[in-house]
């Protein structure tokens, strides 16, 4: 949903994960929506990070704004040409990337690391978009039991392609005292 340098969790997590594929050779590129700033091309840490305000439009309802927030997903990724797109939970931006892209598109691999149904109606969500990103998904793993359990009640065609990855820690870089 936002990117570094906003700190929260998922975000330490994209950040090192993008950092350790870059170190073994591959290019990254984040599109997330705005943490309250400014929507535009940004470089954190050597990456290229797209801004949108995909959480905002969507909230507002605000239609010309969600086709052009669309639209620039689009854009975005057809400038960036990615062998596969990870997704991190369900952001209205991997929802608007879904819509826009009808033609053929890299596999989407969909990482979840919530409960995402509790998630959607704590926030009075409606439940459709998330069903619609579970089933564009080419692949979904969640972090936990929970994770998959709840992603296999909502939306049980994806029962196949659904499969449960931890997240790794790091090793410390000293030892660490008792």
């Given at each position: ?7 929260g ?14 170190d ?58 990615p ?23 890299p ?7 919530n ?6 109606q704590s ?10 990103v ?21 939306e ?6 659904l499969?449960?990855?931890m ?12």
């Open positions: 949903p936002v990117y570094l340098p906003y700190l969790g998922l975000e330490v997590l994209a950040g090192q994960l993008l950092g350790a594929l870059r073994r050779g591959h290019e990254g590129s984040v599109l997330t929506s705005t943490d309250g700033s400014d929507p535009g091309l940004d470089v954190v840490d050597g990456i290229e990070v797209l801004r949108t305000d995909a959480h905002a439009v969507i909230e507002a309802r605000d239609l010309a704004g969600i086709l052009r927030v669309e639209r620039e997903t689009w854009e975005r990724v057809r400038d960036v040409q062998d596969v797109i990870h997704a991190h939970d369900a952001a209205p931006s991997l929802w608007l990337y879904v819509r826009a892209a009808r033609r053929t598109r596999p989407i691999v969909l990482t979840l690391h409960v995402m149904t509790e998630q959607f926030m009075g969500a409606d439940l459709a978009g998330l069903r619609t579970l089933r564009a998904a080419d692949r979904v793993t969640g972090v936990s039991p929970d994770v998959i359990a709840d992603a296999r009640e909502l049980p065609s994806i029962a196949s392609r499969s449960m990855v997240n790794g820690v790091a090793a410390p870089a000293r030892p660490v005292a008792p």
